[in-house]
């Protein structure tokens, strides 16, 4: 009797006293599930063509990559594109889908703000995601929307292009329009392209790049070595974020000195941080400088004391730069400390 009730129409079930269920329900119910689930569930999808339909709508979303180029500027390919953007969706149910969030230009953008703000959420999107084909497309994304922001105007962006650029993030993968491919500067390398932008920002006051910048100069990295503008441009650098002038630079002879130069609310000590450190290692090396241990201390302590306060306030960033600060710190007290008589020392 049970395989019956299995199998057979309801009305021909012997004994059987519920009304007929006709075959149009039961290829409903099979379809787009049970009525009494759907009633109670707001129409949720549990029957096979409503499976069917999720399927391909989860198969659309997982298509839809980081971004697209919409078109190729209005001077036949010869100008940056238009884009459309797509962001994660939060519902992790979904495999890490994808869907349309943000298209870029869609208007005026004075100084390139909302270029450089979706630059910089891409890029870290990149980061948290480092090593995977989605973080170079990121990354990729992050490289057009910085040269938007470049073209109205953003210093910024051309520092983190140049940043984007010095860690070759695209892996070569690199953005060229139609007259690019045919410039003088097509066959740069990514690190010539980075020491290139990095030029531009530093030449309009940026103290990030002036240090990134003597780091490439002092290595030789994308240019010749040249120590003596490396420990100039550091020294710039540590100007700039503190607002101090090079006289003042010049005449610190201890950490407090140093630290009293970085006053202001417009003193970046993340910066100023980075730029006393390398500051310390030329005097501690000669590079580019007369070797000069008491001021290379001095140097690495305040630098250290400036890194810890970033790092203290959630810029986790520089916790290399304070550990090597700070270990700088240590070994130049170290060299300081005058040897005891062999006497003594017995």
């Not at 470049?150 to 983190?160: F, L, N």
């Not at 974020?241 to 970046?268: N, W, Y």
Request: aromatic share 6%; glycine share 10%.
């Amino acid at each position: 009797m049970t395989v019956l009730r299995s199998v057979l129409p309801l009305r021909m079930v012997p004994g059987n006293t519920a009304g007929a269920v006709g075959v149009l329900a039961r290829s409903v119910r099979a379809l787009f599930g049970s009525p009494s689930f759907l009633r109670a569930n707001g129409m949720r999808e549990t029957g096979a063509m409503s499976r069917a339909g999720d399927a391909l709508r989860r198969a659309a979303r997982g298509s839809v990559p980081v971004f697209q180029i919409d078109r190729r500027g209005s001077m036949l390919g010869e100008g940056l594109p238009r884009l459309w953007l797509s962001e994660e969706m939060p519902d992790s149910r979904e495999g890490g889908a994808r869907k349309l969030a943000y298209s870029y230009p869609t208007g005026k953008d004075t100084g390139g703000k909302r270029a450089l703000a979706l630059a910089e959420l891409y890029f870290a999107e990149g980061m948290s995601r480092f090593g995977d084909a989605v973080a170079l497309a990121c990354f990729q994304a992050a490289e057009l929307l910085y040269l938007h922001a470049c073209e109205r105007g953003s210093v910024e962006a051309h520092t983190r292009l140049g940043v984007l650029y010095r860690f070759d993030m695209c892996r070569g993968a690199y953005w060229r329009d139609t007259l690019s491919a045919h410039a003088k500067h097509a066959a740069d390398s990514v690190s010539e392209k980075a020491v290139r932008a990095l030029r531009r920002a530093a030449a309009r006051g940026s103290a990030e790049a002036k240090w990134r910048l003597g780091d490439m100069m002092r290595e030789g990295i994308g240019c010749a070595v040249n120590e003596a503008l490396a420990y100039s441009l550091y020294r710039g650098s540590f100007c700039r974020a503190a607002g101090a002038t090079l006289d003042e630079v010049d005449a610190v002879r201890d950490a407090a000195e140093v630290l009293a130069l970085v006053s202001g609310p417009r003193a970046s000590l993340e910066h100023a941080g980075c730029a006393a450190a390398r500051i310390a290692r030329c005097k501690e090396m000669g590079t580019g400088c007369a070797r000069d241990a008491q001021g290379a201390h001095a140097w690495y302590c305040a630098a250290a004391a400036l890194l810890d306060s970033c790092v203290g306030a959630g810029s986790w960033f520089f916790t290399e730069e304070l550990a090597l600060a700070e270990s700088g710190a240590e070994r130049m007290a170290a060299a300081q400390v005058p040897a005891l008589p062999e006497a003594l020392a017995a």
